[in-house]
């Protein structure tokens, strides 16, 4: 399933059901992997403390950990705190179980808009015809540019020479339209060169309704789809047989501006360092006129697989 009959199965998959008072239940697609997407479980989380705010104030940030293993099989229960309600900010914490154990838990905040001091670092230059790959320093200012997403490969491209690692995607369904400026990680082993910023261009691949808490639970799940792959590209190393096997370990968010998911951001990502089985990653998230909406940060855990 793609394009827009994905996006209104994503949209469903957000609307979860009331339980009772701050009470919520999620469930996942009918077919999908093993165990539950990361992203999914946190875009849920945060609709189930969305639903208990005030909807004047918008969610500025998230952070979550990934506790256990979700079973797709069986529906999420999602039970929310109402930490806090001042007069400029609400914190909730919302908490994910399954067969009575936490799977996933979060923190988020929202605030009401106020006035103040505005800047941003520069973005990348999206610029016609760039070359694709990157040399620059990663996390340091420099001249980068980037092809615009109508000129890089559909992922469904970039995968056809390698049908045993499209299969693995295959029986997802794909809401979120994917371009990579650069090889992906599921390539053979050998087949990707070492860059030391991994930059993808993705949006919700049709239309979202106009609220701004779906938008921001829409890019809270597409954030965890290619962040760590950011670890593996520092190295010019790919997922699965013959390369690394990962779980997401924590996910954080921040919210700087006002945009819309359905519309192409680009996901500049690098990893500051990786030790230990572990592997630490940050993206910044900008619109195609360069404005910085959102940033994320997760740490994995990355174990080598034979082939």
Do not use: N
Request: aromatic content about 8%; proline content about 10%; hydrophobic content about 40%.
């Amino acid at each position: 399933m793609a394009g827009q009959a994905a996006v209104d199965a994503l949209v469903a998959l957000l609307d979860l059901s009331e339980l009772g008072p701050d009470t919520f239940l999620g469930v996942s697609p009918p077919v999908g992997p093993q165990r539950v997407f990361g992203g999914q479980v946190a875009s849920q989380a945060l609709v189930a403390a969305g639903r208990t705010v005030d909807p004047a104030r918008s969610v500025h940030s998230l952070h979550g950990y990934f506790v256990r293993p979700g079973d797709p099989t069986e529906p999420i229960t999602y039970s929310v705190e109402r930490v806090r309600d001042g007069r400029s900010f609400s914190v909730r914490r919302s908490v994910a179980t399954q067969h009575g154990k936490t799977i996933f838990f979060m923190s988020a905040s929202f605030h009401v808009p106020e006035d103040g001091l505005d800047h941003q670092a520069p973005a990348p230059r999206v610029v016609p015809g760039a070359p694709t790959g990157d040399s620059a320093e990663p996390g340091a200012p420099d001249d980068r540019r980037v092809p615009p997403p109508e000129e890089l490969p559909t992922l469904a491209e970039r995968l056809a020479p390698y049908p045993e690692r499209a299969r693995a995607l295959a029986l997802r369904e794909m809401p979120i339209d994917v371009r990579y400026d650069g090889e992906p990680g599921w390539v053979r082993p050998g087949s990707r060169r070492a860059e030391p910023h991994q930059r993808v261009w993705m949006r919700i691949d049709g239309t979202l309704p106009d609220d701004p808490l779906l938008h921001a639970c829409a890019l809270t799940f597409a954030s965890d789809l290619t962040l760590l792959d950011s670890v593996l590209s520092a190295h010019g190393e790919v997922w699965g047989p013959g390369g690394v096997i990962g779980a997401s370990l924590d996910h954080a968010m921040w919210f700087h501006r006002p945009f819309r998911a359905d519309d192409w951001l680009l996901y500049d990502c690098w990893s500051p360092s990786a030790s230990d089985a572990r592997g630490l990653a940050t993206g910044r998230l900008f619109t195609r006129d360069g404005r910085h909406v959102a940033s994320a940060v997760q740490e994995g855990l990355l174990r080598r697989v034979g082939g």
